[in-house]
């Protein structure tokens, strides 16, 4: 059961408290449980009510409680099951009566908490550690008019095609990088077409040869693995209607290549296809949840490495759109295949276009862990997504991309140069994305500090937060209301 801070005047709470003998009420004045948010409290019952223990979860003020607060109080609660191992579970938080939220909505919003928090990657785990995992047993939600059970059953079902794509993007970034080649990618990208009906195709080397990718190919060049573009394509709408285009970073090991990463943390890098494994979650989950829109996903799949066949700094590669790039810094991998991948998916005609990307650690400077950074030309796409981040969970934070930072990456001997110095580096980076975008209403995610964490997370374990699906999906929802 949920509590607001200091409000234990909910009717269910009142009628629990009741029953087992004012056990709420005594914890409240032992202060042992006041409702802030986040707080957990456990009492046993002695066989006044059918179940043997209580758990109750603080919710906050409840003027601040949102269904971002219920989804997160569902994940704590999802953690103290797992700890405790218990077996069938009845959650009351549908119940609370917060303003402006549907049943339905609460219904979806509980059980995406629950879902998103018991996720874990085990595949790796044998023997006694494997099964050191503590499990969530059945788990039932409680409403309580049953008129609503219809509805509230489409919002459960709503948030297990969520969770899936989700799940995929998480699982793809957990895996190592010795697993998860660009081809791994690519298969993986074909079990979505499978399962779900969307359309795949992947590009090999020699195909993205003849398209000119020159930009994407030089990074790819230093290893042994062959890049792929994979691109898949769901019909949601009318077969006319133009697609949102979701582009995102593949970079299955980011070594830095030439220009060689340190030693500390370089096997975090194994997440830098983060943002691809976004665009096929999305496209998984948008696939199951049937969503009226078009989509096209295109994720440029290479491996950063050094090696004798590596592209050095200075370097010029001449890019699909026909720019050269002078490559000082090869560890600046990210923008040059989006670059050829953004030039790619033009061909699509597409009515906007959103990039997302583990691009800079200068993100992480800035904005840390907690939010993805926003740039874009279009203030009302990047506004429609700002709105998506705070419904969905996975805020944003806008930073300026006025033409003052693209005189950073000015080159005297190329069209431009694939760094741009220290200041606002993820303000030029996504200045140098820009160059590739032809005018098209665009976006672009730097997801950099959110895709990965390396302490558990109210959702879930450390590691991948399978961040950008959430955030798309809610986008995606929006969108028809948008258009005219
Ligand atoms: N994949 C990295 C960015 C990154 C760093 C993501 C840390 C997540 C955590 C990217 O390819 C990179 O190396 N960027 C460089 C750019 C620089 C050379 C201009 C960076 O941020 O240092
Ligand atoms: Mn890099
Ligand atoms: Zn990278």
């Avoid at 405790?84 to 219904?107: F, I, K, Y």
């Avoid at 969307?198 to 003849?210: G, N, T």
């Avoid at 760094?419 to 730097?446: E, M, N, S």
Wanted: hydrophobic letters at 45%; one cysteine or more.
């Amino acid at each position: 059961m949920g509590v607001f801070e200091k409000k234990f005047s909910e009717p269910h709470l009142k009628e629990l408290d009741q029953l087992i003998d004012g056990a709420i009420g005594k914890a409240r004045r032992a202060g042992e449980f006041s409702g802030k948010a986040n707080e957990c409290l456990i009492l046993h019952a002695s066989g006044e009510i059918p179940a043997q223990r209580i758990l109750l979860i603080g919710l906050g003020p409840r003027r601040q409680v949102n269904l971002e607060q219920l989804r997160k109080a569902a994940a704590l609660a999802a953690g103290q099951l797992k700890k405790l191992r218990l077996g069938t579970v009845a959650c009351a938080l549908p119940l609370l009566d917060l303003q402006r939220t549907s049943l339905p909505a609460r219904v979806g919003a509980v059980a995406e908490g629950l879902l998103l928090a018991s996720y874990r990657f085990d595949r790796y785990q044998t023997g006694e550690k494997a099964k050191a995992h503590g499990h969530i047993g059945k788990t039932f939600l409680l409403i309580d008019k049953p008129v609503e059970k219809a509805a509230a059953e489409a919002a459960i079902a709503g948030a297990v095609s969520l969770v899936r794509g989700v799940t995929l993007a998480r699982d793809l970034v957990n895996e190592p990088g010795n697993v998860k080649s660009p081809s791994f990618l690519a298969d993986q990208a074909r079990s979505v077409a499978d399962e779900t009906g969307v359309k795949c195709r992947v590009l090999d080397r020699v195909e993205m040869q003849e398209e000119g990718m020159n930009a994407l190919l030089g990074v790819a060049q230093g290893s042994e693995r062959e890049p792929c573009l994979i691109i898949l394509e769901y019909e949601g709408a009318a077969p006319g209607n133009p697609p949102v285009a979701l582009v995102g970073k593949g970079v299955v090991f980011d070594a830095g290549g030439i220009s060689l990463k340190p030693a500390e943390k370089m096997d975090e890098m194994k997440m830098d296809m983060a943002g691809g494994a976004a665009v096929l979650g999305t496209l998984l989950a948008a696939a199951l949840l049937k969503l009226p829109v078009n989509l096209v996903g295109v994720v440029p799949a290479v491996e950063n490495m050094p090696s004798g066949s590596a592209i050095r700094p200075g370097d010029i590669l001449t890019s699909m759109s026909g720019q050269t790039i002078e490559v000082l810094n090869t560890d600046a991998e990210g923008r040059m295949i989006l670059a050829d991948a953004l030039t790619y998916v033009e061909r699509f005609e597409p009515c906007l276009t959103i990039d997302l990307a583990t691009l800079t650690g200068a993100c992480i400077i800035a904005l840390g862990h907690h939010a993805t950074a926003v740039l874009g030309n279009d203030d009302k796409l990047v506004g429609a997504l700002l709105k998506a981040g705070e419904t969905s969970g996975e805020r944003l934070w806008q930073l300026p991309l006025w033409d003052d930072y693209s005189e950073q990456i000015e080159s005297t001997v190329a069209d431009i140069k694939n760094v741009g110095g220290r200041p606002a580096g993820t303000i030029t980076a996504a200045a140098f994305l820009k160059k590739f975008t032809d005018g098209t209403t665009w976006a672009h995610l730097d997801i950099a500090g959110t895709a990965w964490r390396d302490k558990p997370q109210v959702y879930g374990p450390a590691g991948a937060t399978g961040i950008g699906v959430r955030l798309l999906i809610e986008f995606l929802k929006q969108l028809p209301e948008r258009r005219p």
